[in-house]
Every structure is written in structure tokens, then in C-alpha cells.
């Protein structure tokens, strides 16, 4: 199902389950799959549309949702599931604009659908050389993921009705697809080819299109033991995704964010403010009686001394959030000022160290980095936009033709409740959602200063000292070294080049 969901499962005298299917020589032939329960492991869609509610409606539409959910679950059960489907769209959708779902869809679903993949069902899913997702969710909603990160070919869904950009919260003809929708609508989709040869179900109301086809098997309820398809096993990795939620909402969960706001605001502004006015060696102790967790590995560098002449230390980090330079000041003890690509103008009135905008002219950049270090230790993030995922972006390697001072970090956190990132969102809320986080946690590593024998200054172009480093803080973290971009993730993420 699309919302609520539990459907009929008495399908054993009908089709075999699932498990008996052979894969052999299916390149060929032609799939049709049912989406919620079959192709993955969940039932319920709630957490999908609570998500579209929350990143694109915020707190308060996410309430009324979860107000609705009860009425869709009623009518669901007893009365129609077409209408407790409607309801959950109405809520969902009414007054949205159809854009902002369509970002949504693209840039922050893909993450959770490809954690979910059911492994018997894409097993013989991906074996198929055609495939097809007949489902009871708003086309909007599913078919970026299902196309572009699981090749599907056809995907035929629920189609939600707008007006002037809007989506209305109604839904088109022939309504919502359950039961014998989702066959007429196969029909009229292959009425001039073949039908599939294969057909997958989880329940009785998926049986009008699997009787239309050769073969059908029946994806049994998955059971907690049961693991998602790895994200390695997929044909294309997420390694770019937005949003601000880290977790799956369930009813449950999507009350406990919407108590919990109005407390996490105010315990981030706390923590916003003790790092902003406390002097920063008190920085690493507040953080800790405030919650917030901050771990120091590896032996830093000690100061610049201006009285010798020595320039400063060139910090390069990964680069996870905007907060990357003020936990590498923490752990150090005294404020680092930092360079940065982007950075809203609430977050630098905030910031507890100096911030230094690029202007991506190269030789302009170049000489005001250079001025920098001339006055102490400094921190550059040269990956020019952050990752949420365990891949490092391609380093920028103007850093390199800098100065031989270069000492890498490799930076860490986790956070159990936001993201303290933005592609798509105002970013000068990203410090906040971070520090609203009940008890996030950052990991800097310090590793050794790079020998002057693999700097610039003992012939070695700027690019392989870029990468070496890429190279020495991906073992460090076990990440992955890519070739993306920042235009590349904004690209993907908000349709633009990044530039703000």
C-alpha cells in the first residue's frame, strides 16, 4: 500500500513465494513490480510522505499529517484503501508546490528507498532486462529513484492532480492505483507490446495484474531478521542526497520531532552562543556539559611563531559541515580563521572564528591565502562543498601551490536527528539543525605534516599533492576518493551550480 499498511496476505494457495523464482535467462523478459512490501521491505509509506511533508511543508505540516494519519488508517482498514490513500496525499500535497516535490523526489528520497531494497525482490528485479513499478504512490514521488537509481523503465503510479503549479492534494483519473486500477493500468500501458512475462505481489489486491502475466511470485512479509539490498550491490551508489532529517519517520518518530524542536532550538541557540562568546580553550569543555560530543586523535602542530619569520600552517580538512573549522579550533584550543566558498551572512555573525570568503578567482584567492598564512595558522576545505556520505569529492589543488606548511585533518561526525547541511535549504540554518541534534558528536584526526619530499617544493605538481592528501584522509576515515564536484552535487541536488 501507499500509506497504512497491511494488507490481505492469505496468497498461498495462489503464488509461489518468491524464493522459488529462477533467475537464469531472464535478460530478456520483462518485470512488473508492486513497490511498498515487494520490492521493499517496508508496508508503509509513511515515512515517505512524511518526509515530502517535512522538508517541503516543515514542522507544522508534518503535524497535520500525522493528525491525518489516524483517519487514513481508519478508512484504510475499513472502509476503502483508495480513500485512506487519498487522505495521506491530501495531507501530504494540498497547496505544495509541484517543484518543491519534484526536488524532494530527486535530491532527499533516493537516500531512504535505496536503504529499504527488499534482496529477494531485487534479486529478481535487476535480473530482468525490462522493468516495470506498478504502484499505489504518487508517480512524483517514487520515479526518480526507481529510474534513475534502480533503471527502471516504466514506472506507473498514482497521479496527483495541480493547478497553476500546485498541487491540489486530489488526485487524477482513474484514482488512486489499488487492486483493479493497477491492472487497467498495465493494460493500457502495454496494449501494444507484450505484457510482462513476471510479475511480483505481497498481497490478494496485487493479484488482478499478476494473473495477467505468465508468471507471479509473492514477496512474504519481511521479517526483522531480514537485511536491506547493500548500497556496494546497487547499480548506482547515493552519494550525493539533501534534506534535513536523518531517519525514516514513523508516526512515533514524527511526534518526537515535533516535541522535540522547540526544546532543540533552544538548546542549539545555547550552544551557539557558548561557542561564540567563551574563550576558545573553554569552547571544548562547554561543548562536552552541553552535549555535544568532541573527539581529538593525532598530534596537532603547535603555533606559528610570527618572531621567527615562520609562516603558518595550512590546515586542509574534509569537509562534512560549515562547522568543520570551529571543531578543528576546538580540539585545538585557539581560533583557526578559515576560507570558505560559501557561507550565509547569519553564519558568519555567529561564527566564534574569522571567516574569509573566495571570490573563485584563482590568482586573487591565491594571494589572499598566502597573506593569511603570513599572519598564522589557517584552514581550507578543498573539496569546496560537503558530503554526507563516506566519499571525498575531488580536491581543488590551489592550496598545494600555496606553501610546503600542510598538515591534513580528517574530519567526523554523526547526528542521530538533523543534518547540519543544506543543498536546497537557506544554509544559514545549517549550525542550528546541527547543534539541535540531542547529542551530536565530531571526530578530528590529525595526521602527520606532509614531508617537504611530496610537496610542491620538491618538484611534485599541485595536483598529486592534492590527491596524496585526498588519498591519506580517505584511508583515514575509510572513505572513498570520487572525481565529483561541487557543481556536480548541486547540480544533481538543487539544479544549479552551487554558487551562492
Known sequence: MAGYHQKNLDHSYQFPAIEKCKIHGRENQTVVTDLDGTLLRGRSSFPYFALVAFEVGGVLRLLFLLLASPIAGILYYFISESAGIRVLIFATFAGMKVSDIESVSRAVLPKFYSSDLHPEAWRVFSACGKRCVLTANPTVMVEPFLKEFLGADLVLGTEIGSWRGRATGLVKQPGVLVGSNKADALLKAFKDVTLPELALGDSKTDYPYMKLCKEGYIVPPA???????????????????????????????ALIIILWIPVG????????????????????????????????????????????????????????????????????????????YSLSRLSEIISPIKTVRLTRDRTTDANMIKKLLKEGDLVICPEGTTCREPFLLRFSALFA?????????????????????????????DPFYFFMNPSPAYEVTFLNKLPYELTCADGKSSHDVANYIQRMIASTLSYECTNFTRKDKYKMLAGNDGTV
Open 265 to 340: 532550538f533552544f538548546l542549539a541557540c545555547l550552544r551557539i552562543a557558548a561557542g561564540a562568546l567563551l574563550p576558545m580553550p573553554f569552547v571544548y569543555y562547554a561543548f562536552w556539559a552541553l552535549g555535544v560530543r568532541v573527539y581529538i586523535k593525532g598530534t596537532p602542530p603547535p603555533p606559528a611563531k610570527k618572531s621567527t619569520g615562520q609562516t603558518g600552517v595550512l590546515f586542509i580538512c574534509s569537509h562534512r559541515t560549515l562547522l568543520d573549522p570551529i571543531f578543528l579550533s576546538t580540539a585545538l584550543g585557539r581560533p583557526i580563521p578559515a576560507v570558505t
Open 223 to 253: 521479517i526483522a531478521e531480514l537485511k536491506a539490498v547493500k548500497v556496494e550491490k546497487l547499480p548506482k551508489p547515493v552519494v550525493f542526497h539533501d534534506g534535513r532529517l536523518v531517519q525514516k519517520l514513523t508516526p512515533f518518530k
Open 401 to 429: 601551490e600555496l606553501t610546503n606548511e600542510l598538515v591534513p585533518v580528517a574530519m567526523s561526525n554523526k547526528m542521530s536527528m538533523f543534518h547540519g547541511t543544506t543543498a536546497r535549504g537557506w544554509k544559514g540554518m
